[in-house]
């Protein structure tokens, strides 16, 4: 059963439960309240018909009323002797010689009957009439029920068709209104079996609702997680693409020289040199592909060490040097002791990828500077180049893997950079509990700082 045929049923149950509860109370209330003003006029009849009535010890009762008592053409009068013989009996049931209701043999106070009497619904008041101690007749006052009975009729027909129609415009009402509120629903699971039908995530699913309501929250969270997936398997295709690409170029390069030394018959030490060149740069990739996949996996197990930062980037700075050598001056701005806990090696790889990295890409001339400081509680790491800077464009995709600045996607001079450095330095940082970011602009240079939380030292 669909879940607007469930909520239908429940509203409209729910609904026809209430007024069914509330229908029944009003018909009973009514019902007692009509029955009670005719019992009322019962005993004031009975009143009057008592006060005309004398009874005489030789001849038993005798009813004398007012000469101005006159009984209501609706109201049945009888008066019944000692004997159970018929006294008086008003003028509309004159030939009536059955009690309107039976008589009792020992009454002893006024006694209200609901009864039928040849096909009429009566209702009626017998009094005792007792003179002493004995009973010397009784007084029957009696109504015809039929209008009381008519006017609960009336209402228990207005209350059902009353209660139909509320039922229905109920379930009219939420039948419609969960078809509107449902619409988005169906909506997502058109696209979501288009998407996979046609395997096309870049749909995203329109709402033209509130945005805060339950519905919208659900459709901006169900287009968050499909940009999430498009990002993710645009990623995936780039990766693989980028990989395919990065393994042909050296692997043309060996199949050249291969072919060349073939031809030449003979071991030519420029072709050996470029192929175990190639070769290297291979088998860095690789490394750094499987460093990235084991990290992605979760396989990769970081030491918990002390480390000292400033004691590292001393060492990164002597290692770098070669590399800077005349090209670019690499200073050391400022220094502090920053104690951190961590992976000693992993931390040494970021480090030392920023400082080559500003050191690559800055031209001849240039100047790295290096800071390290400790600000608010973290370890503050500044590697700043003059270099040519990071187009905008650029910078926000800067830390994905296999991304490559546009003035870098050729291959670079040295043939070292594949775009995955940056990937695995900000793996490494924020699994450290840091943050690493970036500041360029074109022309002038760039900035990378890393935060790293200091440890409590003891
Ligand atoms: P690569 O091995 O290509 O250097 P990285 O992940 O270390 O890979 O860097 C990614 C890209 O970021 C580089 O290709 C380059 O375009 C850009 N980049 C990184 N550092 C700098 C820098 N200091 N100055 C200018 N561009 C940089």
Redesign the pocket.
């Known amino acids: 059963m669909s879940l607007r045929t469930r909520l239908t049923l429940l509203y409209s149950t729910l609904v026809g439960g209430i007024l069914l509860f509330f229908g029944f109370a009003v018909y009973q209330v009514v019902g007692q309240a009509l029955v009670r003003q005719v019992d009322d006029l019962l005993a004031r009849t009975a009143q009057d018909m008592i006060a005309g009535t004398r009874y005489i010890a030789m001849r038993g009762l005798v009813f004398a009323p007012d000469p101005g008592l006159e009984v209501a053409a609706n109201l049945y009068v009888q008066l019944w002797g000692g004997g159970s013989e018929l006294v008086y009996a008003s003028p509309s049931i004159r030939g009536l010689d059955v009690p309107l209701a039976p008589l009792d043999r020992m009454p002893e106070r006024p006694v209200y009957r609901t009864t039928v009497l040849r096909d009429v619904n009566l209702r009626v008041l017998s009094v005792p009439l007792v003179v002493g101690r004995r009973l010397v007749g009784t007084l029957q006052v009696a109504t015809n029920l039929d209008i009381v009975r008519q006017t609960q009729r009336l209402l228990l027909v207005v209350l059902g068709v009353g209660t139909l129609i509320a039922v229905l415009v109920a379930a009219v009402v939420v039948s419609l209104t969960t078809r509107q509120a449902l619409v988005p629903l169906q909506q997502v699971k058109d696209i979501a079996l288009q998407i996979t039908r046609a395997d096309d995530l870049s749909r995203r699913i329109p709402y033209h609702g509130p945005p805060e309501d339950e519905i919208g929250q659900l459709i901006r969270a169900f287009n968050q997680t499909l940009g999430r997936l498009e990002d993710l398997f645009q990623s995936q295709r780039r990766f693989l693409a980028d990989v395919s690409h990065e393994l042909r170029t050296p692997l043309t390069v060996i199949k050249g020289n291969v072919n060349l030394l073939r031809r030449m018959g003979c071991a030519d030490q420029d072709s050996l040199a470029s192929i175990e060149g190639e070769v290297d740069r291979l088998t860095r990739m690789i490394g750094d592909l499987l460093l990235i996949a084991r990290m992605e996996a979760g396989r990769l197990p970081l030491a918990e060490e002390d480390v000292e930062l400033d004691t590292l980037l001393l060492e990164v700075l002597e290692q770098s040097r070669v590399l800077a050598a005349d090209k670019v001056s690499l200073k050391l701005v400022e220094i502090d002791r920053a104690p951190v806990r961590g992976d000693r090696d992993r931390l040494k790889q970021v480090i030392l990828?920023?400082v080559?990295?500003?050191i690559?890409?800055?031209p001849q001339g240039g100047e790295v500077s290096v800071r390290l400081c400790r600000q608010e509680g973290q370890a503050c790491l500044s590697?700043q180049?003059t270099?040519?800077?990071?187009p905008p464009q650029?910078l926000p995709h800067?830390?994905e893997r296999f991304?490559?600045?546009?003035?870098?996607?050729t291959r670079?001079a040295d043939g070292?950079?594949?775009?995955?450095?940056?990937?695995?330095?900000y793996w490494i940082v924020q699994r450290h509990g840091g943050t690493i970011t970036?500041e360029?602009s074109p022309g002038q240079?760039?900035r990378?700082d890393v935060f790293l939380p200091l440890a409590e030292e003891g």
Not at 387 to 390: F, L, S, V, W
Not at 416 to 424: A, C, E, H, V
């Open positions: 990828n920023l080559e990295n500003a690559k890409y800055t590697v180049d270099g040519p800077g990071i650029d800067i830390f991304y490559r600045a546009e003035k870098a996607r670079s070292k950079g594949f775009g995955l450095g940056l990937s695995i330095a970036v360029s240079g760039t990378f």
